[in-house]
C-alpha cells in the first residue's frame, strides 16, 4: 500500500510538474498568497450554504460567554474572507487575525455587509504568534478550517488558551483525517502534498481532534461528522467547543 501511494504521488507530481518547478524557484508562495482569497470567496460561499445548519448550532450559545457587560469579545483566527461573520450575535466584538494580508479587502467588504457586528480590528499575524493580543483578553476565540494548515496545531492552541479569559470558550469547526481503514483515507494520503501545495498549506491527513483534547481545557464539546459537501476528500470533519 506504501508503494502504491509512492507511485500515485509521483504521477500526481508530474502532472502539476510546472507548480512544483514555481515552488522550487521560490515564486509559487506569491502566487498562491494573491489567488487563494479571490478562490476562498467562491468556495465559503459554497461550503456557508451547504454547513449553514451545523454552523448555526455550532455559535449557538456565543452569548453564554460574553462578560460582566454583557458585549462579546470575539477573536476569528484565520478569518479569511469574514464568511462567519453572518453567523455572529449582535453587538459581538470582532477582532480578526490572518497570516495574509491579501485577505483585508474581502473582509472589509464583508464587514461592511454585517453591521450587527462591532469590528474592532484586523492583524496579520500567524495563529502560533499573536503577541499582540493581551493575556485574557478574548471571551470567545473562533478557528473554522484553519488548524488543517497552521504549522503547530500545539502552539495556535496555547496561543488561544493564553488570550482567551478564564471561562473563555474556543470554537472549531474543521475537516481532518478519514478513518484508516477507508478509501477516502488512501486518497488523502495521495493527493496530500499536491493539495498542500495547491491551497496554500491545507493538510489533508490531519488528525487536529488529538491536538484539541491535549490542549488542557477544562471542558471539552467535540463531535465528528461527515459534513455534506461536494468534495469527498474534506467531509470528514469535527466541530464543537472547548472552555478555558
Known sequence: M????FILRLAVSVLLLPLFLLNFLGLWTWICKKWFPYFLVSFSETYNKQMASKKRELFSNLLDYAGPSGKLSLLELGCGTGTNFR??????????????????KFLIKSIAENRHLQFERFMVASGENMH??????????????VLCSVESQEQTLQEVCRVLRPGGAFYFMEHVAAERSTWNYFWQQVLCPAWYLLFDGCNLTRESWKAVEKAGFSRLQLQHLQAPLTWELVRPHIYGYAVK
Request: with cysteine.
Open 2 to 5: 506504501t508503494l502504491t501511494i
Open 132 to 145: 499582540l493580543l493581551p493575556d485574557g483578553s478574548m471571551d470567545a476565540v473562533v478557528c473554522t478550517l
Open 87 to 104: 453567523f455572529y450575535p449582535p453587538g459581538c466584538r470582532v477582532t480578526c487575525v490572518d497570516p495574509n494580508p491579501n485577505f483585508e
